[in-house]
């Protein structure tokens, strides 16, 4: 039996040039010369055009509304960190906050665990009509999703799945189920067969082989399909906008979204600016964590 | 192990298939339906119309409005896009040469591959909200208070000027995305073997036709994938146009940002034609299918194995 279970770790990229550090033979004199700047100077222009938009919502969320109007341009004079107080706590951006966390969490755990059984039978198991399930599966990814969402909202209405959270992480995890389970079908097929059978020998039934020897080698390939859900389920607007209607029940997206079109908040910049910068802050960690992971997780969802 | 096999398989399909079928399928399904009725939404009653919504369709005006708007989108953002991110991803990887037989990425390119790609993981209706305070027609904005504070003129009214709006906010959806392209072509690129790139070096090839001649074709699946990607983000457009539009994105002003997803929203949502925003529906799905199939027919090319 071969214990070749060295899987590469999710998002594992190949080293750059950058990292081999030691190893990289000795710049030359002219290494700097005019491609290098010519680069460079591109390169920075983009990066301050991305970056910029996100510092100035950053500074003006610590401003006062009449320094936003004055002095646009300037740093706060002083942090105005009252301005997160009232956002959290009057503005309902504490509320949506919550609601979406709890979604996002529930909604990828169920879309890991449903995804993750669909794809260990389809790729380890023969049966008559198991093409046709993959099939009906993968079909998902082929239509836009605009052409279901009206009949969505009544079907979700008549199971009063609509203005509930528990309605909308079951919705989230049955249209996350088209790529998750594509993803992780060709992830178990790479794993190696012995270690099923060798469980199968020591005693262990199908239930066991799955989820205590199958589903810990796909960590690799959870991982990945996990981040792209976070984020996907996390920005996800249209299914909320359409099943969610009680401002109890918004969305952080859209919770923000509706407070930048009433009126009555338009007047309060500063607080606006402050929810924008938190509805960021838990992506931007993410980011910062796992930005390696991200980068090949996201972009696997584009080759795969 | 053939024992209890099927049990097994059963239990592990059935939750997951009912709840797909249940709310996915179907509601594909119904939607074709759906779209040959009348229906309201909110009382049982449903007559069968026939193609009546269609014919309907076919003489809305603001239904041709955001179908060419769809259309502007699906070849502008693409290729403002995909040029950008090559452009980038090409001084990402090669842009540190120096006339050598030596290539060589530029320092801190893992550096600007963070800051590129964070756009792409933030919530595209946020991003919006942000991005129509940028746009502020006062000097309040972030543009127009920049554009004033280089003596440009007056305030823009980027998101009220019927003739700039839609552009304004095809901007923002290039701003989104070119990172994550970047990041992604950087990946192709840089699976190409270095001792291509030496060989043609030797033979005295410049950079230009390095690029056209080497690095495109050996990348070129990753950019078919790239094109059929972004275009069919650039057909939604749901969230920004929601987001960004004029009086709380109603696709104005006058319909000038107007796109078929808002426009099917709104009609079924807000007006409650259900029948009729379905039908639009419908012709939303075989523009995407049409496209996707047009730009695959376009872009194939001989697959070259290296």
């Known amino acids: 039996m071969t214990t070749n279970v060295d899987l590469p770790p999710a998002g594992a990229a190949p080293p750059s040039t950058e990292e081999v550090g030691g190893r990289r033979p000795p710049r030359e004199k002219g290494d700097f010369g005019v491609l290098n700047v010519f680069s460079h100077g591109f390169l920075i222009v983009w990066g301050v055009l991305v970056a910029f938009p996100l510092l100035w919502m950053v500074f003006t969320s610590l401003k006062t509304d009449k320094e936003i109007f004055t002095s646009p341009w300037t740093l706060p004079s002083k942090p105005q960190f009252t301005n997160y107080v009232r956002a959290w706590d009057n503005a309902g951006i504490g509320r949506y906050f919550t609601n979406t966390l709890i979604v996002v969490i529930g909604g990828v755990l169920l879309t890991l665990l449903l995804s993750s059984m669909v794809a260990y039978v389809l790729a380890r198991y023969t049966f008559p009509g198991s093409r046709i399930v993959y099939y009906l599966f993968i079909i998902g990814l082929a239509f836009p999703i605009f052409l279901a ?5 009544f079907v979700a209405k008549n199971f009063g799945m609509t203005n509930s959270l528990p309605g909308l ?3 989230y995890a049955a249209y996350s189920l088209p790529f998750s389970v594509f993803f992780l079908t060709a992830f178990f097929r790479t794993l ?16 066991g082989a799955f989820f205590r020897v199958m589903l810990p080698l796909a960590k690799p390939g959870l991982v990945s399909i996990g981040i792209f859900n976070v984020l996907g389920q996390w920005n996800q607007y249209l299914l909320p906008v359409v099943l969610e209607t009680d401002p109890h029940k918004y969305m952080l997206a859209q919770g923000l979204a509706n407070l930048a079109v009433s009126s009555g908040y338009k007047s309060d910049w500063s607080g606006l600016f402050a929810g924008l910068t938190i509805s960021m802050l838990p992506v931007l ?5 796992f930005q390696r992971q991200v980068q090949a997780g996201m972009t696997a969802g584009a080759l795969k | 192990m053939r024992q209890g096999r099927y049990p097994f398989i059963i239990s592990m399909l059935l939750v997951p298939f009912v709840l797909y079928v249940v ?3 179907s509601p594909y399904a119904q939607a074709f339906y759906i779209s040959l009725t009348d229906w309201s939404g909110y009382t049982a009653a449903k007559t069968f119309v026939g193609m009546s919504n269609y014919s309907k369709l076919i003489h809305d005006s603001v239904f041709w409005t955001s179908v060419k708007h769809n259309l502007i989108a699906v070849v502008a953002v693409p290729v403002v896009t995909i040029a950008l991110a090559l452009f980038f991803a090409t001084m990402l990887n090669v842009g540190g040469r120096k006339g050598k037989a030596a ?5 801190g390119s893992a550096f ?3 800051i590129f790609f964070f756009p792409y993981i933030l919530s595209i209706a946020v991003v919006g909200v942000l991005w129509s305070f940028v746009y502020d027609s006062t000097d309040n904005g972030l543009i127009n208070g920049f554009l004033k504070s280089i003596g440009l003129g007056g305030p823009v009214d980027w998101l009220g000027d019927p003739s700039i709006a839609f552009w304004a906010i095809l901007a923002v959806m290039v701003w989104v995305s070119v990172g994550f392209y970047v990041v992604l072509f950087t990946a192709s690129m840089g699976s190409i073997p270095r001792e291509l790139y030496e060989a043609v070096l030797l033979d005295g090839a410049n950079r230009w036709s390095t690029f056209w001649r080497l690095t495109l074709p050996l990348m ?12 069919i983000q650039a057909l939604d457009l749901f969230a920004l146009v929601n987001t960004m539009s004029a009086a709380g994105g109603s696709g104005g002003p006058d319909n000038s940002t107007q796109v078929i997803s808002n426009y099917l929203y709104q009609t079924g949502f807000k007006f409650g034609q259900f029948g009729y925003a379905s039908a639009m529906g419908v012709a939303l799905c075989i523009l995407t299918l049409l496209l996707a199939g047009l730009t695959f027919r376009v872009t194939r090319r001989e697959r070259l194995e290296f």
């Open chain 1, 149 to 153: 969402i009206v009949p969505l909202f």
């Open chain 2, 112 to 114: 600007y591959k963070v």
């Open chain 1, 285 to 289: 960690v993410v980011y910062a964590l």
């Open chain 2, 220 to 231: 070129w699946d990753s950019l078919q994938v790239g094109i059929i990607y972004i275009g």
């Open chain 2, 23 to 25: 709310f996915v399928l």
């Open chain 1, 169 to 171: 992480i079951v919705i």
């Open chain 2, 103 to 107: 290539i060589q990425g530029v320092r």
């Open chain 1, 192 to 207: 190696p067969n012995q270690l099923a059978e060798a469980a199968f020998i020591d005693g262990c039934g199908h239930w």
